[in-house]
T-cell receptor, first 114, second 115 residues
Framework: GAVVSQHPSRVICKSGTSVKIECRSLDFQATTMFWYRQFPKKSLMLMATSNEGSKATYEQGVEKDKFLINHASLTLSTLTVTSAHPEDSSFYIC??????????FGPGTRLTVL | DAKTTQPPSMDCAEGRAANLPCNHSTISGNEYVYWYRQIHSQGPQYIIHGLKNNETNEMASLIITEDRKSSTLILPHATLRDTAVYYCIVRGLNAGGTSYGKLTFGQGTILTVHP
């Protein structure tokens, strides 16, 4: 299967700071990447869909100015959580796909905001 | 995309087959059935997917009923490392009909494999 990586795997930051999470497709070119968030004991919730070279499409209720997504190349997408607050603490997971192909997921990033 | 219904939890003895059911009674003709699993604190792992025919790969088998309203994921010889949350997801074409879009995760089935 295809390999997707995320960096960092875990991050702790102070309230009010911004945090950037990287998602990379290592062995294929990803035309579309997705960002999910998962709270403890809950299922994954889609935050946004990102196509290379275009603006991300955000799900209802997700603030685009708070969760900045950049998909600058076919192998890299970044999610920046701006002015993070404790309620943003969560498990952030990306996935990547080649158009109609299967989605492959990264290992996730655990964000803790103090 | 059609909704799915899965039992919240199941147990299985190590070495035995684990049969995980999924109901998707409102599935439409161009929608695929996907299975993923998530081991604690990791990203979901793709297992298998199918449209109409039964499918098998190195991880599992997928049995889809003839009317496509339900399916069963079979792990032929479960091991302790198969303990995870298993998600059955129906995935269809996007609004424009040009590509298969997002996955909508339900609560899944917590499979516990015990010695």
């Amino acid at each position: 299967g295809a390999v997707v990586s995320q960096h960092p795997s875990r991050v702790i930051c102070k309230s009010g700071t911004s945090v950037k999470i990287e998602c990379r497709s290592l062995d294929f070119q990803a035309t579309t990447m997705f960002w999910y968030r998962q709270f403890p004991k809950k299922s994954l919730m889609l935050m946004a869909t990102s196509n290379e070279g275009s603006k991300a499409t955000y799900e209802q209720g997700v603030e685009k100015d708070k969760f900045l997504i950049n998909h600058a190349s076919l192998t890299l997408s970044t999610l920046t959580v701006t002015s993070a607050h404790p309620e943003d603490s969560s498990f952030y997971i990306c996935s990547a796909t080649r158009s109609t192909d299967t989605q492959y997921f990264g290992p996730g990033t655990r964000l803790t905001v103090l | 995309d059609a909704k799915t219904t899965q039992p919240p939890s199941m147990d299985c003895a190590e070495g035995r087959a684990a049969n995980l059911p999924c109901n998707h009674s409102t599935i439409s003709g161009n929608e695929y059935v996907y299975w993923y699993r998530q081991i604690h604190s990791q990203g979901p792992q793709y297992i298998i997917h199918g449209l109409k025919n039964n499918e098998t790969n190195e991880m599992a088998s997928l049995i889809i009923t003839e009317d496509r309203k339900s399916s069963t994921l079979i792990l032929p010889h479960a091991t302790l490392r198969d303990t995870a949350v298993y998600y059955c997801i129906v995935r269809g074409l996007n609004a424009g009909g040009t590509s298969y879009g997002k996955l909508t995760f339900g609560q899944g089935t917590i499979l516990t494999v015990h010695p």
